[in-house]
């Protein structure tokens, strides 16, 4: 028998199994998770699962995981499956548990705290800060009593979260599985944030430089309605440039913004994190960036691969798609 932890390596994925490991501890189980992008996780474990196995997977959505959730179930294993993010049908399987909520206002760790009846609720406040839902940590904090100052388990909601941005984990300052067992050791986040452990440091550190790349971006394009900008190819580049692009469209609502991540001289072409304005009706994001091969969601989406060739077109698209 064999247990496996998937989950998402950014904040909510991190503090849900924080919550669930440390009331039902499962030492000996397979880690598996990646950069917040990478969410297909069950295609990873899929050859390997037997009858008798326990699967965990945490804040990576079904729908991306359907092939690989379907051969799981086959064998028999048994599938407790938490997440927030839309699906498409939920299989009928006897063996397959589902805790599923995909309203505007929640998150798996608060789904976790419910389903734990509060018990660890400190690391649930922390993650729904990760996943930029600060109304909601503040009412799971009152619901359940968490008297610790909220600013501090924001800031580590923040890092944590801030920690699994990148194209691959080289990106990354740690595995999201090496920085979700040095959290283990604590019993609630204060104990860590006042243990000041390296890791928070560095996390800090990071995320402070990372925003001066931010802030030298290059400008590509330049209207009233839009910013295309540019940041050089570089680790760095990678973590923030989805982060630099929520606090642009945060800042100025009425504007859609790309911000364009070179991937360097092997790859060529550019990474791109797009978002339509928040305060007025334009062209959905997913549906601009399905056009050049990306997707995501109406008011943020990506493209993978956004080719040199393709620059002019890109330009004009995104001039005509989000002009008032
Ligand atoms: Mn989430």
Redesign the pocket.
Known sequence: MADYDLF?G?A??IFSLLQLRQVEPRPEAVRVTGVKRDTQLFKQIADHVGAEDRITAL?IGMARNSAGLGTVLKTGAQVFFCD??ATGDIPENENLTVLMDASAET???YLIDQHLNGAKSAWAVC?AYG?NFQALAARIAAERGVTFPLGQLRELGELVNYNAYGLTIEDLHFHPSDLYERLLAYPHPMAFIEDAPDALNTLRQGHRSDWDIAESAREVHITNDGQILSLPASPASNRVAGLFANALVDEEPEKAFAVLTHLGPNTGGYRVSLRAPLARKTRQANHFAADFGGGGRAEAAGIDLLREDDMTRFVDAFTAAFSS
């Open positions: 998402n950014d909510d994925g804040d927030h993010h998150c798996t760790a993650g996943d």
